[in-house]
């Protein structure tokens, strides 16, 4: 019996082991994707601020979920949202927010532009007013966004994995 439990359990592992993630389309505007990588985020402001954590972002800037790991790969945070409603789960409680700005804000110390991120992590230098995107090595899967205006500066790096 245990021998048979421990091939099932192998053999479960191995097969999740051989998945892939894979980006679905259903639609030219509603496209879901899957990222998994490194995320860091750093805010001059008076009393500057950092954030590093892994993540794992699915969907697109209408519906989504980002969830933030520690470096030990404990969930840290996990957001969601849609047009109706934008929450995060973490420690236990939920909270939920009027935006997916004021969501990514809370989350993140500082405002994302999420439809730009997106296209972003397509390949797209999508131009938002006061921020640049460096894209020069998207084919390694390093993505840097520069926020220069409005105050603070504030800088997000992307690794995604292979």
């Not at 021998?3 to 639609?27: D, E, Q, Y």
């Not at 047009?83 to 236990?92: D, H, I, P, V, Y």
């Not at 110390?109 to 938002?128: K, Q, R, S």
Request: net charge neutral; glycine share 6%.
């Amino acid at each position: 019996m245990k021998v048979v439990c421990a091939a099932i359990i192998f053999a479960s592992l191995f097969i999740a082991g051989c998945a892939v993630p894979t980006r679905a389309t259903t639609s030219n505007q509603s496209e879901v994707s899957l990222w998994r990588g490194r995320l860091a985020v750093r805010v001059e402001s008076d009393q500057p601020q950092s954030l590093a954590a892994g993540f794992e972002l699915t969907g697109n800037a209408l519906a989504g979920e980002l969830t933030l790991y520690t470096p030990l790969g404990n969930t840290a945070a996990a957001l969601s949202w849609s047009s109706q409603t934008a929450f995060m789960r973490a420690n236990g409680d939920v909270r939920y927010f009027e935006s997916l700005d004021v969501l990514i804000k809370q989350a993140l110390g500082t405002e994302i532009p999420v439809v730009a991120l997106f296209a972003w992590l397509a390949g797209d230098n999508m131009a938002v007013a006061g921020w640049s995107a460096d894209l020069s090595q998207h084919a390694n899967g390093r993505i840097t966004a520069r926020r220069t205006a409005p105050a603070p500066q504030a800088e997000l790096r992307l690794v995604l994995e292979p």
